[in-house]
Nanobody
Framework: QVQLVESGGGSVQAGGSLTLSCGAS????????MGWFRQAPGKDREFVAA????????NYANSVKGRFAISRDNAKNTVYLQTNSLEPGDTAVYYC???????????????WGQGTQVTVSS
């Protein structure tokens, strides 16, 4: 069974940090690009960050550039999202997803996790 499971969400004050993790099972992890998306209440799901199969290329939404960092460990079948200098506007459910190629478009991602909540208070 193909599965992505996120963890590491929580509640923090503005300026704080969280490290989100996403473990994969049942798929050839190193053959997939990985991405993080988020969805705030009443808003569409939006792209946050992506990383290619090897972990060399990354891409970020302008809103998180310089504050978030995506990385992966293919030996552990895990992708990470380090979130720093968190702002109330970062409050959302964060999802990891797998794609057949390095991409930012939500429609490129075919396997999704269940999400982890990040809440940032001012």
């Amino acid at each position: 069974q193909v599965q992505l499971v996120e963890s590491g969400g929580g509640s923090v004050q503005a300026g704080g940090s969280l490290t989100l993790s996403c473990g994969a099972s049942g798929l050839a992890f190193s053959f997939h690009a990985m991405g993080w998306f988020r969805q705030a209440p009443g808003k569409d799901r939006e792209f946050v960050a992506a990383i290619d199969r090897s972990g060399i290329r990354t891409n970020y939404a302008n809103s998180v550039k310089g504050r978030f960092a995506i990385s992966r460990d293919n030996a552990k079948n895990t992708v990470y999202l380090q979130t720093n200098s968190l702002e109330p506007g970062d409050t959302a459910v964060y999802y990891c997803a797998a794609a057949g190629r390095f991409a930012t478009g939500i429609n490129e991602y075919v396997i999704w996790g269940q999400g982890t909540q990040v809440t940032v208070s001012s």
